[in-house]
């Protein structure tokens, strides 16, 4: 059974910046799809990129040219670098890996983190 942990939230000013990890206890990066997806209050969980089995990586138009997603098969890690943070970023930040037909579907994605909060004021 995979594990994954997240670290790396905090509270940040608008405009700043944070890096997510990932760390997963097995190898499954190379063999699946593997993304973030993040939860604001009441609000449902959204994908907010991912990283497919065949190495592409697709983010939500929200984050495009903010946000980049990255992983280290080897290391068992994923990281997610989050630039000029807004403050509708705040949310529960969640690494995932599955194999979801549609990579912002949380549905398709087996293991998960327990998230990482991220606040932005």
């Known amino acids: 059974h995979v594990q994954l942990v997240e670290s790396g939230g905090g509270s940040v000013q608008a405009g700043g910046s944070l890096i997510l990890s990932c760390a997963a206890s097995?190898?499954?990066?190379?063999?699946?799809?593997v993304g973030w997806l993040r939860q604001a209050p009441g609000k449902e969980r959204e994908g907010v990129a991912a990283i497919g089995m065949d190495g592409r990586t697709s983010a939500a138009d929200s984050v495009k040219g903010r946000f980049t997603i990255s992983k280290d098969n080897a290391k068992n890690t994923l990281w997610l670098q989050m630039n000029d943070l807004r403050p509708d970023d705040t949310a529960m930040y969640f690494c995932?890996?599955?194999?979801?037909?549609?990579?912002?579907?949380?549905?398709?994605?087996?293991?998960w983190g327990q998230g990482t909060q991220v606040t932005v004021s």
């Open positions: 995932a890996a599955g194999r979801p037909r549609d990579w912002a579907d949380e549905r398709g994605y087996n293991f």
């Open positions: 097995g190898s499954i990066y190379g063999d699946a799809c």
